[in-house]
Nanobody, 124 residues
Framework: QVQLVESGGGLVQAGGSLRLSCAAS????????MGWFRQAPGKEREFVAR????????YYAGSVKGRFTIARDNAKKLVYLEMNSLKPEDTAVYYC?????????????????WGQGTQVTVSS
């Protein structure tokens, strides 16, 4: 059984920072890619960032590249999303997800377990 629990969301002013965490349970954490997605009201869920199982590579959506950083701690079964220079358009519910392979891709179909989400609101 795999469970993912996000934390760290909240309300922040534009230009501010937040750090999201995702705590995972289960024995396969270190062998799977992990990702962050977000969904704003009335919009589809979209890819934000992902990290390979070994943390050797990271990938970002163009809209967050240079502002967000994904990291993982396999010993602690944690995934992080450091978000800097936040903009109002970053407002969304952010979801942590486990990839179905060691690399995965950027599509939601390549992730098989999801957390419940954490709200991030950026005020202008």
């Amino acid at each position: 059984q795999v469970q993912l629990v996000e934390s760290g969301g909240g309300l922040v002013q534009a230009g501010g920072s937040l750090r999201l965490s995702c705590a995972a349970s289960g024995r396969t954490f270190s062998s799977r890619a992990m990702g962050w997605f977000r969904q704003a009201p009335g919009k589809e869920r979209e890819f934000v960032a992902r990290i390979t199982a070994s943390a050797a590579a990271t990938y970002y959506a163009g809209s967050v590249k240079g502002r967000f950083t994904i990291a993982r701690d396999n010993a602690k079964k944690l995934v992080y999303l450091e978000m800097n220079s936040l903009k109002p358009e970053d407002t969304a519910v952010y979801y942590c997800a486990r990839g179905s392979t060691t690399v995965a891709g950027s599509s939601t179909s390549e992730f098989d377990y999801w957390g419940q989400g954490t709200q991030v609101t950026v005020s202008s």
